[in-house]
């Protein structure tokens, strides 16, 4: 049954991303009208009223005109009343005083349903509108003190009720406000959708799965709704609806949630949820840059996310930081935001993965990732540590296998690879094998390069902190250049021939020892025989140490003389 003053009902959903299982329409019926109108006449732009009297008012807004009477109008808007009486044509039938009103939120729809109300007749509220015609009714000034049950104070119950009830109208509302922004701020209507979503966002949907509470519909997908019942929604279950906000309702939504306080990890997955969602609405053209009319919208949409982040440690992933800092440096934001950016990744680079390090270029033209902005960190991560030693060999691995995976990148320069296999200091790296596979997987990805390039690339490598294994396989890669491939089987044959001397040098000893212990006593013939012989073998093997002495001397020799 209808009540006096509006009556609400609610209508199956017909779909969309922001979806409940219903939304709500409130119609609203005046308790008392001071003119009744007897029918409303649209000619093209312009609407006629009709009623027993004749029109004693035109109100222009925008480019249609309204024929109004003005005990109807008066009655119900401070506004128009004082409008009214200051052209001192109240009460006069001859002169028709006509107001023209240039900034109504909501244009001449919304002015219409305002009218509607003032005569009386039947207006449809919804989420699509509830917002601007509250704007509307505060700008008229519709309160309680010219009417009991006024426009304004129906609109708000309303809104009051959406807010509790609806998660899918609170979407709607918010979309609707972006033609009134200043108004809705003003209003509170944004901080109140804000507060709603953060408090419905920030409770465990399944709270609700336990106890079989339908009041609120947190379903995105029309399945949803049963994998609620089992407890089953996950807690991002929101980011998807929240995506779809503008840049600045979102971040009032974002500032609200934090209060609520919801986990930073979750603040933080959802920051990075909206932003890669924006970010692939943007055409960026040539050399990474977008049109110029929304290059001031990307410059203050970055900022804004920098200063919304999460201070929390571990709250936003290594890979989203990377490529806001990109899009940052790309809009040329302001300097300390890019250097405190900058440093909170470098703080990070010990707990991530060689995949968190790559961020696309937007130009097809370079190479397919983005090495400047790893550097830049990597160098910032230099600064800041105290003790390099165990913390940098972390860092030295993450590097290599980074490394490893841009390697295969046709557009990768020899530079650019020198660069990020030089960034870090040589201590950095236990032992080069992982630098070897980065080399072998650069030189295999790119054929073409000359003997010169291919001899550039592997600088880098110390050939002695190369595993047996490494040396083993790179004595054998045809891929490498012969000068490298020559000098590391120089090394192995040295590495070799250490021990071999070594042990003769010991027998060599050994044998010498003993003769000299069996001189000393009485020898029979037989053992004076097998001393002559031990003395011969003794020099054959002085001999064979001379050689082997002279060979190693050699090859160190060639060693030293081995440089690029």
């Known amino acids: ?11 199956k959903a017909t779909g969309g991303s922001v979806t409940g299982a219903k939304h709500n329409i409130c119609v609203v019926f005046p308790a008392k009208a001071s003119m009744v109108a007897e029918s409303f006449e649209r000619r093209d732009q312009d609407w006629i009223v009709h009623a027993k009297v004749a029109s004693d008012l035109i109100i222009q807004v925008g480019d249609s005109m309204f024929q109004l009477h003005k005990l109807a109008m008066v009655s119900k808007s401070g506004y128009l009343n004082r409008l009214v009486f200051e052209s001192g044509s109240y009460g006069e039938k001859t002169n028709v005083p006509k107001i023209q009103i240039d900034n109504f939120p ?35 000034e519709m309160g309680e003190d010219f009417k009991r049950g006024n426009l304004i104070s129906r609109t708000e119950t309303f809104l009051s009720f959406m807010l509790l009830t609806s998660w899918k109208d609170i979407f709607q509302i918010l979309k609707s406000c972006e033609a009134v922004s200043s108004w809705a701020k003003e209003l509170h209507i944004l ?3 804000s507060e709603a979503i953060a408090w419905k966002a920030s409770i465990d949907p399944k709270t609700f799965a336990s106890r079989g ?24 279950w929101w980011f998807e609806d929240v995506s779809f906000l503008r840049i600045d309702h979102f971040l009032e939504v974002i500032e609200y949630v934090k209060r609520k306080g919801v986990r930073s990890e979750l603040v933080g997955s959802c920051i990075a949820h909206w932003t890669a969602k924006w970010i692939s609405q943007i055409h960026f053209g040539k050399h990474n840059l977008p049109e110029h009319r929304t290059h001031r919208l990307l410059k203050v949409t970055a900022e804004s996310l920098i200063n919304v982040l999460p201070e929390e440690t571990n709250s936003i992933s290594c890979n989203f930081l990377l490529h806001l800092l990109k899009l940052g440096t790309m809009m040329r934001i302001n300097v300390e ?50 003790n390099p030693a165990p913390r940098l060999h972390v860092v030295g691995r993450l590097m290599d296998e980074y490394l490893t995976m841009i390697s295969r990148d046709e557009k990768l320069s020899v530079e650019q690879f020198q660069l990020i296999a030089d960034v870090l200091p040589k201590n950095s790296r236990v032992r080069d094998d992982n630098l070897y596979r980065a080399i072998d997987v650069y030189l295999k990805a790119h ?23 490494a040396r083993g396989h790179a004595m054998k890669n045809q891929r490498l250049p012969s000068y490298v491939s020559m000098r590391i089987s120089l090394l192995e044959q040295v590495k070799m021939a250490k021990p071999m001397t070594g042990s003769v040098s010991d027998y060599q000893r050994t044998i010498s020892e003993s003769i000299i212990r069996l001189s000393k006593g009485c020898l029979s013939v037989t053992q004076q025989n097998e001393i002559k012989m031990m003395k011969i073998e003794v020099m054959k093997m002085k001999m064979q140490l001379n050689a082997l002495q002279m060979c190693k001397m050699q090859m160190q020799r060639q060693v030293k003389g081995c440089t690029f």
Not at 348 to 375: F, G, H, P, R
Not at 447 to 469: F, G, I, N, W
């Open 213 to 236: 509470d339908d009041t609120f519909q947190f379903t995105t997908q029309s399945n949803n709704a049963e994998k609620l019942q089992h407890g089953s929604v996950a807690e991002n």
């Open 337 to 386: 935001q890019l250097n405190k950016l900058e440093r909170r990744i470098a703080c990070m680079l010990e707990q991530c993965s060689a995949s968190d390090l790559l961020v696309k270029n937007y130009d097809k033209s370079t190479t397919l990732y983005d090495v400047k902005i790893v550097l830049k960190v990597v160098q910032s991560y230099l600064s800041l540590i105290w």
């Open 106 to 140: 909501g244009g001449a729809d919304i002015f219409e349903l305002v009218v509607k109300f003032c005569y009386g007749w039947k207006v449809d509220l919804t989420a699509a509108n509830v917002a601007p015609v509250i704007c509307a009714a505060h700008f008229l």
């Open 447 to 469: 054929p073409s390069l000359t003997e010169d390039e291919r001899t550039s690339v592997c600088r880098a490598m110390d050939y002695h902190k190369l595993s047996q294994e």
């Open 1 to 11: 049954m209808k009540s006096q003053f509006f009556a609400c009902r609610s209508d």
């Open 191 to 193: 901080k109140r959708c």
